[in-house]
């Protein structure tokens, strides 16, 4: 069974900083896509950005490229999610999520870690 467990969320200031963990275990992740997502205080959940294991392949909503890099440690089996210039409106529960290759949504969630940023 697929077990996604994130830390490092917080609260900072706007501009500052965050690296968001995600411990993955149970599964053979070469064969997995990985994702965040984030949901804001009365808004639906929404996509971040996604990484395919096998090849680091990346992707990112819009709003936030330039300052947030997803990025894999195949020896930890951990995801990452580096956050910097951010920004209030970044402020959500993120979660980090998996699903297989052959697969078209993701069906694997962690807990989520909240991240709140200051103005």
């Known amino acids: 069974q697929v077990q996604l467990v994130e830390s490092g969320g917080g609260l900072v200031q706007a501009g500052g900083s965050l690296r968001l963990s995600c411990a993955a275990s149970?599964?053979?992740?070469?064969?997995?896509?990985m994702g965040w997502f984030r949901q804001a205080p009365g808004k639906e959940r929404e996509f971040v950005a996604a990484?395919?294991?096998?090849?680091?392949?990346?992707t990112y909503a819009d709003s936030v490229k330039g300052r947030f890099t997803i990025s894999r440690d195949n020896a930890k089996n951990t995801v990452y999610l580096q956050m910097n210039s951010l920004k209030p409106e970044d402020t959500a529960v993120y979660y980090c999520?998996?699903?297989?290759?052959?697969?078209?949504?993701?069906?694997?969630w962690g807990q989520g870690t909240p991240v709140t940023v200051s103005s």
């Open positions: 149970g599964g053979t992740f070469s064969m997995y896509f």
């Open positions: 999520a998996a699903r297989k290759l052959t697969m078209t949504q993701f069906d694997y």
């Open positions: 990484i395919r294991w096998s090849t680091g392949v990346t």
